[in-house]
């Protein structure tokens, strides 16, 4: 059995969440990045022995779109399937219900679920720091349970949560822009999950193509990339209300 991590994380906080329970569940992992704009994910294919760990994170209670085509191109070929949603304390909505219909489509069949919380990727002062230590506690415990659930051969799926049809998709309409700190290194363009930004030219953004992940904000070697402060501000407190209690991690077995 190979295990494979195949992740969506353009600030790292999915990646984080996916690496505590891919780490509990084997010491090899093989990982495919769903971010990456220019593989070509057709070429990937699973036997039906291996397990994949599969962490995307919620978008207004989504998946985001570019996740959804590339894990479609992936062959699943019947690999057993552990689904995870990450997202910034606000809430997950449909994005594991979405995830799950993805996934089956491709080729998975899903054994378990689980939502888990990180940093907040526009407004950082939610869930700051998280997964932390308590997070990675309970991450790795639903891993020995998973662990269990795949020794004893039990391929159930799981009831998971969310709405058919989902929720409708909708960006947060905040676009980076670069400072004049900018040196114009281009690591932002080579680095952006959907080719937005020009790489000849890093103050053209293609507003409509990006989904406001901030990929670039948090792989600018300058700190040269900023979103407008007054719609941050109303970001900010339009979630100050429902992230302000901390939300815990979920495990659907």
Avoid: W
Wanted: charged letters at 25%; aromatic letters at 4%; one cysteine or more.
């Amino acid at each position: 059995m190979k295990l494979y991590e195949i992740c969506f994380s353009p600030t790292g906080g999915t990646k984080k969440a996916a690496d505590i329970l891919a780490k509990q569940l084997a010491e090899e992992i093989h990982s495919v990045d769903l971010t990456d704009s220019r593989a070509d994910f057709s070429d990937i294919s699973l036997n039906k022995d291996d397990t994949a760990v599969i962490a995307v994170p919620s978008y207004g209670g989504r998946v985001p779109g570019p996740a959804v085509q590339r894990l479609s191109a992936i062959k699943g070929n019947g690999a057993k399937a552990v689904l995870v949603c990450v997202y910034g304390n606000r809430a997950y909505e449909d994005t594991l219900a979405e995830l799950q219909d993805t996934a089956k489509q491709a080729g998975f069949h899903i054994i378990a679920a689980v939502a888990a919380i990180a940093e907040h990727s526009i407004a950082r002062q939610f869930a700051a720091g998280r997964p932390d230590a308590q997070d990675q506690a309970c991450l790795q415990q639903f891993a020995e349970k998973i662990q269990k659930k795949l020794t004893a051969g039990d391929v159930s799926e799981p009831a998971i949560p969310g709405n058919r049809p989902y929720k409708k998709g909708g960006g947060s309409g905040l676009v980076p822009s670069p400072t004049k700190d900018c040196v114009k290194c281009g690591i932002c363009a080579e680095k952006c999950p959907v080719q937005a930004i020009d790489k000849n030219n890093p103050k053209k953004v293609d507003g409509k193509a990006c989904i406001s992940c901030m990929r670039c904000v948090t792989v600018c070697p300058h700190s040269a990339r900023k979103v407008n402060s007054m719609m941050l501000a109303a970001v900010s407190t339009m979630l100050k209300k429902v992230c302000s209690e901390r939300k815990e991690c979920e495990l659907y077995l």
